[in-house]
């Protein structure tokens, strides 16, 4: 059956301006890095996509190694586009992304232009599409001068490919210095996208969210869910199909002490308390000050639609604030073992 959005789509779901753009995204957007690619169920990722759209996420986020394989959630995100939502190009956001290897020799990695838009251009024609919304750098690149790599977004944006161009695993130094560069090649430098949640807290320490205030640039932020610890999936046990049981090398076993599980155990009574779920908890408390959008991946239906409720209550007494940092040792820097 042909897809129809769902009419009703804009009713709930909440927008916020990125930073001083003119662009607003969804406080809730969707990633594609895991749960989309080749090795997954084409029918599944599409119902997911589907929903999404239909609850007002219009945000979909990719980058060239999303898969696995490599390059195949781009692929999926195409043959999706192209089946029954191109008519809806123009109500959407899809950002990608390059900085991580993607094919032998010294050409397909990090940051040099010659990657970067090839890159690009790989990816454009993997999806179908004529432009990206939003183009970033993946990751810092040691080597190659920063000049180059941001004169490469430059060159995205006036070819027409991209839109915005964006920043991700950057802290807040090296932002700064990046932001220059575009600033004065008149790039529109949109939006910084960095990890983020309850256990993962880097980025107050660093002073990257000040940094972002000062120029304008709105965040997203991912893993706000803490590679899902902060869900009630793990409250007991290890389940066999979660991400620490497969070692995707992002979560492990031995991440999840039972000093975490317990703060996981007391987070959630609090979210009950408050008539939520841990991970829409979770959602709001990273929504709660200067983040533009959090950044979620799912693997069922149930889970984006669950995701998506947590924008019904963002609103955090002095009291529970301080009930999360008591639980959370009050350690400002996250690092809770």
């Known amino acids: 059956m042909k897809y129809a959005a769902d009419e009703n789509r804009y009713d709930n779901m909440k927008y916020s301006r990125c930073g001083d753009s003119g662009l607003k995204l969804p406080l809730i957007s969707l990633g594609l890095w895991h749960n ?72 397909g ?126 409250l007991d046990r290890i389940p066999q199909d979660s991400r620490a049981a497969r070692s995707t090398g992002f979560l492990s076993e031995d991440q999840i002490t039972e000093k975490k599980l317990s703060k996981i155990r007391r987070l959630n009574n609090l979210a009950q308390k408050r008539g939520q779920s841990l991970s829409q908890m979770a959602l709001a408390w990273v929504l709660r000050g200067e983040v533009t959008s959090a950044l979620v991946g799912v693997s069922k239906v149930s889970q984006i639609e669950e995701n998506a409720g947590a924008i019904e209550n963002l609103e955090f007494s002095s009291e529970e604030l301080e009930k999360i940092e008591e639980i959370l040792d009050n350690n400002p820097a996250g690092n809770n073992n």
């Open 36 to 107: 989309f690619g080749g090795v997954d169920t084409f029918e599944k990722s599409r119902r997911i996509i589907h929903r999404a759209f239909d609850l007002g996420i219009t945000h979909f986020d990719l980058a060239n190694n999303y898969g696995p394989p490599p390059g195949s959630a781009e692929e999926t995100m195409g043959r999706i586009l192209k089946k029954d939502m191109s008519s809806y190009r123009d109500q959407m956001i899809i950002s990608t992304k390059a900085g991580y290897g993607m094919w032998p020799g010294p050409y």
């Open 109 to 234: 990695d990090f940051g040099s232009r010659k990657y970067l838009l090839a890159s690009l251009d790989q990816s454009l024609t993997r999806m179908g599409l004529d432009y990206v919304d939003i183009f970033y750098h993946h990751r810092p690149d040691p080597d190659t001068p920063l000049e180059e790599t941001m004169g490469a977004l430059d060159s995205a944006v006036r070819q027409g490919k991209a839109l915005y161009v964006g920043l991700s695993n950057y802290n807040a130094e090296q932002t700064k210095e990046a932001a220059a560069i575009l600033n004065d090649l008149g790039t529109p430098f949109l939006i910084s996208q960095p990890s983020y949640s309850m256990f993962d807290r880097w980025i107050e320490e660093d002073g990257l969210l000040d940094v972002l205030s000062s120029e304008g640039v709105g965040s997203i932020v991912f893993s706000p869910l803490a590679q899902g610890l902060l869900t009630t999936k793990y």
